[in-house]
């Protein structure tokens, strides 16, 4: 998926949620922190485990999961048991 080798689901780790490498660290805390202000420096310091490419890949997949993607629903007619008179 998009290369993105540091993001892992795992249903006995943080209850399958994207998590970094395995670890019980969630995705969305790290994109939660850096959407909050916090400095990846800080980021880094708080939880020594991480690299920046974990915080990298962190912001790409909540990219990938946003993405717009508009799908056209063709109008239907009603079925003649739908339909009154």
Request: hydrophobic share 40%.
């Amino acid at each position: 998926m998009l290369g993105l080798d540091r993001i892992t689901f795992d249903p006995h780790i943080m209850g399958g949620q994207a998590c970094i490498r395995g670890m019980r660290i969630p995705v969305s805390l790290i994109v939660n922190l850096v959407a909050n202000g916090k400095p990846t420096e800080e980021i880094l310091s708080e939880y020594p485990d991480l690299e920046p490419e974990d915080i990298r890949q962190s912001l790409l997949y909540a990219a990938w999961l946003t993405r717009e993607k508009v799908i056209p629903i063709p109008a239907t007619r009603p079925s003649s048991a739908e339909r009154v008179g």
